[in-house]
C-alpha cells in the first residue's frame, strides 16, 4: 500500500483497503464492478463510458473478474441482454451514457418492472444534438419514471462505494440502481481511490441468490400478459420497494461503513448546514466546488450550507424537509433541464417541500449544462442572487451568454 | 410404407388451455419442438401473438420456464438467459428464442444479427406468419409480394418480395439454419434434434398458418403449409455453416396458385400477378438448387 | 432476508407465472365439433356381404389372422370359397384404383381363409337358444350363408339338400382347379359344428313337401339355386354331342366318367362357359369358346377368362352359332359373325350377325353355357316373375313362412357372394320377423376418392398372385391359383386406403393445435377433450381417411 498523506487517513482506512491506486471515475466503477463480483457484463461502447468497459474486458481476459462480458451490438441490446442474465439468476453489470442510456429507454423500464436487481453505471453527458460528450444530468434524469434507484456522485470514491452499496440495496429490493457520475469532471478525473479488501467486500455483498429465476426444476414464465386485474398491484409492489429502499439505503450505508469503514452519507448529506439560513441544494460533481464556496462564505460570516443529494429516487422527501426545515432560503442547482418547466431536482424539491411544515424561499437554478464549468465564481454570482431573492422563482438561468 | 409415416415425441411439454386462434401454427409448431427440447429449456418470447398464447399473468401454457421480452430482444435476451445458466452452471440447458417474422425480419432482426455473429449459443425459433399478426395483420418484410395486409389495401398490396431472411442469417456463416414446416412434422421434429445436438448459433424458420391473418379457414392450416412445401413457395432446406445447402423434402410440385387460392389474402390477385409469383418461386427455386449442387 | 417478491399470501409481486393453463376451458369458442365415426368404405359398401375390408387388413398386418378371420365371418361364413372365386365387386370400387392400383382383396381374403384352415370357430361364436326352428332347402352358398347366420344366433337349422354332397355349384359347378374341395369341406364343417343339420339326398317335391316344412318348421328358406340348362333354339342340337355345360361338370366334379372328343366347342361367356372349357382342356381337348358379344361384355370373372387364353383356348367373340352339323354325333358347327347393336333389356349391346360371315368350325363337341334357371314345376303354389320365386324386400315369398334366397330368387343372381348376401339378409329378415331383432343400425355414408387426403400416400403397385405355370396347370385339376405369402399380405393391407377406418396413425394427435386429443384405453384408440378442443378442425380435415367427423356444436349432444 502506498504511503497515505496525513490528511487523507481517516478517508482512507487502512485496514480495510488493499490497494490504493490513483484512478479515473470510469475505472473505478470498473473496479467496483469486479469486487462486486458480476457474473455478466453487457456493455457498448461510447464516450466517456468506454473505460469501464474496456478495463473490465481486461479483467475478464486476464481472469481477475470470473465474468461472461458479452460485448452485443448496441445498448439496448447491452440491457436487454441482462434482462436475460439476470432472470436466469446472475449477478449483473452494465455501463453507459446519454445517447446509450436513451436507446435503453425501453429496456430501463423492463428491468424494474420485471424486478431485475442490475447495477448499470451511467456517465451523465450532453445529449444530441448537436454532438456533446461533456456533462450534463439530462439523460439520467429523463429515466425518472423508469422505476430505478438512482444514485448521483461526487467523488471517485463515493461512486465505487455506492456502486457495492448499490448491489446490496438492489438485491434487497429487487430494484435495479443507476449510479452516475459527471462526464469528464469525474469519468476522467483520476483521484486516489481506495480498493477495499476482497473478503470484506463479500462478507458485505453475499452472493446473489434469487427468489425466482428461470429454473427448469420449477418453470414459470416472468413478464406474461397482465390484465387489468392484476397490473396495477405489481405496480402497487414496485413503489413499495421504493419506500422500502429509502428506509433500507442509510442502514446498508452504516453496514458499509462498519465493515468497510467508510461513509457518504445517507440519501443526502449536509454539509454546514446546522445554522445555515441559506442552503444550496446540489447532486454530482458541482457539490464538491460549492463545498469550497460554501466554506468561503462561512469564513465570512455568512451562514451558508449545503445538501447535496445522493439519492434522487426514490426521492428523499422526509431527509430534505428535515435538512431544510431551518433554512430561509434555499437554491436548488441543476446541470439539467426539463423543458418548459426547469431544473428537474428544483422541482422535485419543491413537489417535495409542499406538503411539508416549513417552506422556505426556493430557487431553481440552472447552470454548467453541456459541460460548461460550474466555477467558485459562477456559484458566487448564485450565492448572491439567492441571498438577495424577495420571492422564490423557478427558473433562474446562469451564465447563458447574451 | 403406404402412408407416409409420421411420428414426433410422446412427450407432452406444452399444454392445453391457451389462447391461439384455432387452427394456429403457431401453437402447432411450439408444440412440436418443445416436444424435442424437452423440459430442459428456456423459452424467451418477445411481443408477438405467442406473447398473448402462453395466457395472462399467473399463468403460462408452455410448461417450461419463459421469458417473455421486449419486441426487439428475443436473440440477445436469449443470449442473456444463456449467460446466465452459464453463470450458474447450468450448462445443460436449451435457450430457445421464439419470435414473430416482425420480431425477426425487422426490429429484431439487428440484435438476431448481433448474436448471429458472435455465434450464440441459442436456437433462434423464427415462426412466420407473415405479418404482424398481434397489432392486427399489419405488413412485415416477411409479407410476401402481392399480399393483402391492413396496411397494404388490396389496392395497393405489398409491392416487395418478402425479406430472404434465411439468406440473411447464411450471410453470419451460424453452424446450423433450418426451414421447417408444421405440415411436416417429422422434418420439423428431426431439425429440432438437430439443432439441439450443435452448440452455437441454430436458427429455424418455420412457415406458420394464421388463418385471421391470411383470411384461411382454420382445419386447412396444415393442407396450406404442405401446399406452401409442395408449391415451393416455402422449400425445406437447411444450410450448414452458411453454406452447406440440403434440401430435406422434395415432394411432387404444384403449381402456386394451388397454395394461393385457399387463402383470402391473395384474392385479389390477377392471373397475370399468380404468374409473377411462380416466376418468382421458379427461380427461387433453381437458385436453391444450384446452391445444393455447389454444396458437398 | 425474508421475501421481498412474495406477499403475505404467497403470491409473487411481480408478473411470474404459478400456474398452467387448464383453468381456462377454450372448448367453449367451440362451434364445429369433431369425433371420431368410421365411415364406409366403397370396398365394403361394394361387397355385397358388406365384409369389414379395412377392419380385418388391420388385423393383418398386426399378423394377427385369427382376428381378421373372425372379422369377415362377422358377414361371410365362406372366405375360402369366395377369396377364390368371387368376382371381387369390392375391388371395383376401390379408391386406392384412382390412386394407383386397387387393392388385392379378393386374395387377402383367400390370405386370411388360408391362415385359419386349421382353425375353428371360438366358443363365443353361438349364441345361446333363442328356441326358434328354420328349415332350409338347399346347400349352395344362400342356404349355408343363412344357415350359418341363423346358427350363429342361436337358432336350430336344419338343411334339406337333393344332393348327395352339401355345396351346390360350389361343389357341382366349379372345378377344383379353382376350388379345392377340401376348403369347402372345411368352411362347411365350420358351419356344420354350428348345430347346423344337413340332410342331404332330401329332394323338396320328392322326398319332402313345403307343406310339410312349413307345418314342422317356424319358417322355410328355400335357396334351391339354378342349374337346369336353358334352352335354346338352335339346329341340329339334339345331335349326340350338344350338350348342356353344366351337366358336363356336374358329371366331372361327381367323378363320374366323361369321355370328350379332341375338339371342343363351349358356347357361351359366363363362369360356366369358361368352366367348361377349362376342364376341357384338362382332359386334353382343343377348345374353342364362341361368344356373342366382345370380351368385355362376358359374364365370366375376368381372370378366368384371362387365365383360359393362357391356357391355350381359343376365344371367338362376337361369333354366335347358325346350326350344329353331323349326321348323329356332332361333326361340326356353322357360326356366323355378329356385331354389337343397341343396349337390350339387360343393358349389354345386342349382338347382330353380319350377313356373309358365315363359317365352319370342325368340332365334337358343342357344350351350350348360355345360362342356368331354376326348376320350380315341383313348387306350384310359389309366386314367380316368370323363371324366379318373387320375394319381396324381406325375401319372403308368397307363402306365409316362406323365404327364398340365392339364385332361385328374384334379385341378383349368378354368384357365389351375392347368394353368401341374399342368405345373410333373408337370415336377418326371418329373425326380425320372428323375435322383432333389429336389422343393424342406418349405414354411414360411403368414403369417396376425394375425401381421401392423398398427400399422405406414396405410389406403390399392386402385388402379381402367384399361381401354377401355365404348362402345368392345364395337365391337371390342381388349384392353379395360390395364396400370398405373408409379407406380400401384409403389404398389401398396409397399401390399402384404410378409407373411413381409422388406423390409429396419430395424425390428428399430432397436428391438434390444442393438445387437445390424447389416446385412449380400453380399445378406444383417441379420446377428445372437449374441454379444450376449439374446433379448429384441422384434426378431421388432416385425417387420411375420413375416419373423423365434424358437426355443428349445436347439433349433437355431448
Ligand atoms: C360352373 C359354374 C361356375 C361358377 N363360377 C362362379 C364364380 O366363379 N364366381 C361366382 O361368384 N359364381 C359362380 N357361379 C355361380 C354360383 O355358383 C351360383 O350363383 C351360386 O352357387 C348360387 O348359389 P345358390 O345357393 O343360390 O344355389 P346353388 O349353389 O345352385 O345351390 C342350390 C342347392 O340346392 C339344391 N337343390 C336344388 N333343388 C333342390 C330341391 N328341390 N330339394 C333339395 N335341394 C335342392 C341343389 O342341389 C344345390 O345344392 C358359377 C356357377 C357355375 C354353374
Ligand atoms: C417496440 C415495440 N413496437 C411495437 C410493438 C407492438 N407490437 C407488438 S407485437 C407486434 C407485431 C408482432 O409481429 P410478429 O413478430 O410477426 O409476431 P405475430 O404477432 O405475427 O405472431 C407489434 C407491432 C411492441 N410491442 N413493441
Ligand atoms: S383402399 Fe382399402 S378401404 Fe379403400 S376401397 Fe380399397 S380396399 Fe377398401
Ligand atoms: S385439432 Fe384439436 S382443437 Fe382442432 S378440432 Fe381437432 S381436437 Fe379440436
Ligand atoms: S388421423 Fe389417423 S389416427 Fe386420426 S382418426 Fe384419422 S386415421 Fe385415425
Ligand atoms: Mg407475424
Not at chain 1, 443529494?309 to 441543476?334: C, S, W, Y
Not at chain 3, 356344420?192 to 312349413?214: M, P, Y
Request: net charge negative.
Amino acid at each position: 500500500m502506498h504511503e497515505l498523506a496525513p490528511a487523507l487517513k481517516p478517508y482512507f482506512n487502512e485496514e480495510t483497503t488493499e490497494d490504493i491506486l490513483v484512478i479515473e471515475g470510469t475505472h473505478a466503477a470498473s473496479h467496483a464492478a469486479r469486487l462486486a463480483r458480476v457474473q455478466a457484463i453487457s456493455a457498448y461502447p461510447i464516450t466517456p463510458q468506454t473505460s469501464i468497459v474496456e478495463l473490465l474486458s481486461e479483467m475478464c481476459a486476464t481472469g481477475d473478474l470470473d465474468a461472461q462480458f458479452i460485448k452485443v451490438e448496441s445498448e439496448h441490446s447491452a440491457l436487454a441482454c441482462l434482462v436475460g442474465a439476470a432472470s436466469a439468476g446472475a449477478r449483473c453489470f452494465t455501463a453507459t451514457s446519454s445517447q446509450g442510456l436513451l436507446l435503453m429507454h425501453e429496456i430501463i423500464h423492463w428491468v424494474a418492472a420485471a424486478r431485475l436487481p442490475i447495477v448499470m453505471v451511467n456517465v451523465n453527458r450532453a445529449l444530441a444534438p448537436p454532438w456533446s460528450i461533456w456533462a450534463d444530468q439530462t439523460d439520467s434524469l429523463a429515466q425518472r419514471d423508469t422505476g430505478w434507484i438512482q444514485f448521483y456522485g461526487e467523488s471517485n470514491q463515493e461512486i465505487l462505494d455506492t456502486i457495492l452499496m448499490a448491489y446490496r440495496l438492489a438485491e434487497q429490493v429487487m430494484l435495479p440502481v443507476m449510479v452516475n457520475m459527471d462526464a469528464f469532471f469525474l469519468s476522467h478525473t483520476a483521484e486516489p481511490v481506495a480498493l477495499p479488501k476482497q473478503e470484506l467486500v463479500d462478507r458485505f455483498l453475499p452472493p446473489y441468490q434469487p427468489e425466482f429465476r428461470l429454473d427448469v426444476n420449477h418453470p414459470r414464465a416472468f413478464g406474461g400478459l397482465a390484465k387489468p386485474d392484476v397490473y396495477m398491484e405489481f405496480r402497487y409492489h414496485m413503489q413499495q420497494a421504493m419506500e422500502e429502499a429509502l428506509q433500507l439505503w442509510p442502514v446498508i450505508a452504516e453496514e458499509y461503513k462498519y465493515h468497510l469503514g467508510r461513509w457518504h452519507g445517507t440519501a443526502i448529506e449536509s454539509y454546514r448546514c446546522e445554522d445555515a439560513e441559506t442552503i444550496l441544494v446540489t447532486a454530482g460533481t458541482i457539490t464538491g466546488t460549492t463545498r469550497l464556496v460554501v466554506d468561503q462564505y462561512r469564513e465570512n460570516g455568512v451562514p451558508l450550507g449545503l445538501v447535496k443529494i445522493r439519492m434522487f429516487r426514490p426521492f428523499p422527501v422526509e431527509a430534505l424537509r428535515q435538512a431544510l426545515a431551518q433554512a430561509q432560503r434555499v437554491g436548488v442547482i441543476d446541470r439539467n433541464l426539463s423543458f418548459g418547466q426547469g431544473g428537474i431536482f428544483y422541482s422535485e424539491l419543491k413537489s417535495a417541500l409542499y406538503n411539508g411544515d416549513h417552506r422556505p424561499l426556493l430557487n431553481g437554478y440552472v447552470a454548467g449544462l453541456g459541460g460548461r464549468d460550474v466555477t467558485p465564481d459562477v456559484l458566487a454570482e448564485i450565492v448572491e442572487h439567492l441571498i438577495h431573492s424577495e420571492t422564490g422563482q423557478d427558473l433562474v438561468w446562469i451564465g447563458v451568454k447574451a | 410404407m403406404s402412408q407416409i409415416p409420421v411420428s414426433v415425441p410422446a412427450q407432452e411439454i406444452m399444454g392445453s388451455g391457451h389462447v391461439a386462434c384455432p387452427g394456429c401454427g403457431a401453437a402447432m409448431a411450439m408444440r412440436n419442438a418443445l416436444k424435442v427440447l424437452g423440459p430442459k429449456t428456456v423459452v424467451v418470447i418477445p411481443a408477438c401473438c405467442w406473447s398473448v398464447i402462453d395466457g395472462p399473468t399467473p399463468h403460462s401454457v408452455v410448461g417450461v420456464p419463459v421469458i417473455h421480452t421486449a419486441f426487439e430482444t428475443a436473440a440477445i435476451t436469449a443470449t442473456g438467459v444463456r449467460a446466465g445458466l452459464r453463470a450458474r452452471g447450468e450448462e445443460d440447458v436449451n435457450v430457445m428464442a421464439w419470435a414473430g417474422d416482425g420480431g425477426t425480419f425487422d426490429i429484431g432482426f439487428q440484435s438476431l444479427s448481433g448474436a448471429a455473429e458472435r455465434n450464440e449459443d441459442i436456437i433462434y425459433v423464427c415462426y412466420d406468419n407473415e405479418a404482424y399478426m398481434n397489432t392486427g395483420i399489419q405488413r412485415s418484410s416477411a409479407t410476401p409480394w402481392g399480399a393483402w395486409t391492413t396496411t397494404t389495401p388490396v389496392n395497393n398490396p405489398k409491392s416487395r418480395p418478402k425479406k430472404n431472411i434465411v439468406d440473411a442469417l447464411a450471410a453470419h456463416h451460424i453452424p446450423y439454419i433450418a426451414t421447417a414446416s408444421v405440415a411436416y412434422p417429422e422434418d420439423l421434429v428431426k431439425k429440432f434434434e438437430r439443432a439441439k445436438s450443435i452448440r452455437g448459433m441454430r436458427f429455424i424458420h418455420i412457415l406458420s398458418p394464421c388463418p385471421p391473418g391470411w383470411k384461411s379457414v382454420p382445419e386447412q392450416s396444415i393442407r396450406i403449409s404442405r401446399l406452401a412445401v409442395k408449391s415451393r413457395v416455402f422449400p425445406l432446406f437447411e444450410v450448414l455453416d452458411g453454406w452447406k445447402y440440403r434440401l430435406t423434402q422434395d415432394p411432387e410440385p404444384v403449381p402456386v396458385n394451388e397454395y394461393l387460392r385457399l387463402q383470402g389474402r391473395f384474392r385479389h390477385l390477377t392471373p397475370e400477378a399468380i404468374d409473377q409469383i411462380q416466376q418468382d418461386v421458379d427461380s427461387r427455386w433453381n437458385q436453391l438448387q444450384q446452391r445444393i449442387a455447389s454444396s458437398f | 432476508m425474508g421475501h421481498v417478491l412474495i406477499d403475505q399470501e404467497g403470491k409473487p409481486v411481480f408478473a411470474a407465472s404459478t400456474g398452467r393453463m387448464e383453468w381456462n376451458h377454450t372448448g367453449s369458442w367451440r362451434y364445429m365439433r369433431p369425433r371420431y365415426e368410421n365411415k364406409l368404405p366403397p370396398c365394403t359398401q361394394g361387397c355385397p356381404t358388406h365384409e369389414k375390408i379395412p377392419q380385418y387388413f388391420a388385423q393383418v398386418k398386426r399378423g394377427d389372422y385369427r382376428g381378421a378371420w373372425e372379422i369377415i365371418l362377422e358377414d361371410n361364413p365362406l372366405p375360402g370359397v369366395c377369396g377364390r372365386v368371387c368376382y371381387h365387386p369390392c375391388e371395383d370400387v376401390c379408391n386406392r384404383g384412382e390412386f394407383d392400383e386397387r387393392i388385392a382383396i379378393n386374395a387377402l381374403e383367400r390370405f386370411v381363409a388360408d391362415q385359419n384352415l386349421d382353425r375353428r370357430y371360438p366358443a363365443s361364436f353361438r349364441q345361446p337358444s333363442n328356441g326358434v326352428n328354420i328349415a332350409i332347402v338347399g346347400s349352395g352358398p344362400a342356404g349355408l350363408s343363412a344357415a350359418y347366420q341363423l346358427a350363429r344366433r342361436g337358432t336350430a337349422v336344419t338343411i334339406f339338400e337333393a344332393a348327395a354332397e352339401p355345396g351346390g355349384m360350389l361343389r357341382l359347378g366349379i372345378p377344383e382347379y379353382r376350388l379345392p374341395r377340401h376348403i369347402l369341406d372345411k368352411e362347411i364343417h365350420d358351419i356344420q359344428s354350428l348345430g347346423v343339420e344337413i340332410r342331404t339326398g332330401q329332394r323338396l317335391g320328392t322326398d319332402i313337401t313345403l307343406e310339410d316344412l312349413q307345418n314342422r318348421f317356424d319358417a322355410v328358406i328355400l335357396a334351391l339355386g339354378a342349374y337346369r340348362g336353358r334352352a335354346v333354339d338352335l339346329p341340329g342340337r339334339h345331335l349326340k354331342g350338344v350338350r348342356s355345360a353344366l351337366d358336363f361338370l356336374r358329371e366331372l366334379n361327381t367323378h363320374q366318367p366323361v369321355d370328350l372328343p379332341e375338339r371342343v366347342t363351349v358356347i357361351g361367356g359366363g363362369n360356366t362357359a369358361i368352366d367348361a372349357a377349362r376342364s376341357a382342356r384338362r382332359l386334353g381337348a382343343d377348345v374353342t369358346i364362341l361368344y356373342r358379344r366382345s370380351r368385355t361384355e362376358m359374364p365370366a370373372v375376368r381372370e378366368e377368362i384371362e387365365a383360359a387364353l393362357e391356357e391355350g383356348i381359343d376365344l371367338k367373340e362376337c361369333c354366335t352359332p347358325v346350326e350344329v352339323l353331323g349326321d348323329e354325333s356332332v361333326r361340326g358347327l356353322r357360326w356366323i359373325k355378329t356385331r354389337l347393336g343397341e343396349p337390350d333389356d339387360s343393358g349389354r349391346r345386342r349382338p347382330i350377325p353380319i350377313p356373309g360371315s358365315e363359317a365352319v368350325l370342325e368340332t365334337g363337341a358343342v357344350l351350350l353355357a348360355i345360362g342356368e334357371l331354376p326348376e320350380l314345376e315341383s313348387l306350384p303354389a310359389l309366386g314367380t316373375t316368370g323363371s324366379r320365386i318373387a320375394v319381396n324386400d324381406h325375401y319372403q315369398t308368397n307363402l306365409e313362412g316362406v323365404y327364398a334366397c340365392g339364385d332361385v330368387a328374384d334379385g341378383p343372381v349368378g354368384t357365389v357372394v351375392d347368394a353368401i348376401a341374399t342368405g345373410k339378409a333373408t337370415a336377418l329378415a326371418v329373425l326380425h320377423s320372428l323375435l322383432d331383432q333389429k336389422p343393424a343400425a342406418n349405414q354411414p355414408p360411403v368414403v369417396t376418392y376425394d375425401q381421401i387426403n392423398l398427400d399422405y400416400f406414396r405410389h406403390q403397385s399392386r402385388p402379381a398372385l402367384p399361381h401354377l405355370d401355365v404348362r402345368d396347370a392345364v395337365q391337371s385339376f390342381t388349384e392353379v391359383n395360390q395364396t400370398l405369402s405373408p409379407d406380400t399380405a401384409e403389404q398389401e393391407a398396409v397399401r390399402c386406403f384404410s378409407c373411413g377406418t381409422c388406423i390409429e396413425c396419430d395424425l390428428c394427435l399430432i397436428y391438434c393445435p390444442d393438445v387437445a386429443i390424447t389416446r385412449g384405453s380400453n380399445g378406444v384408440p383417441y379420446v377428445i377433450n372437449y374441454d379444450f378442443c376449439k374446433g379448429c378442425g384441422v384434426c378431421v380435415e388432416e385425417c387420411p381417411r375420413e375416419a373423423m367427423t365434424f358437426e355443428e356444436e349445436l347439433s349433437c349432444t355431448n
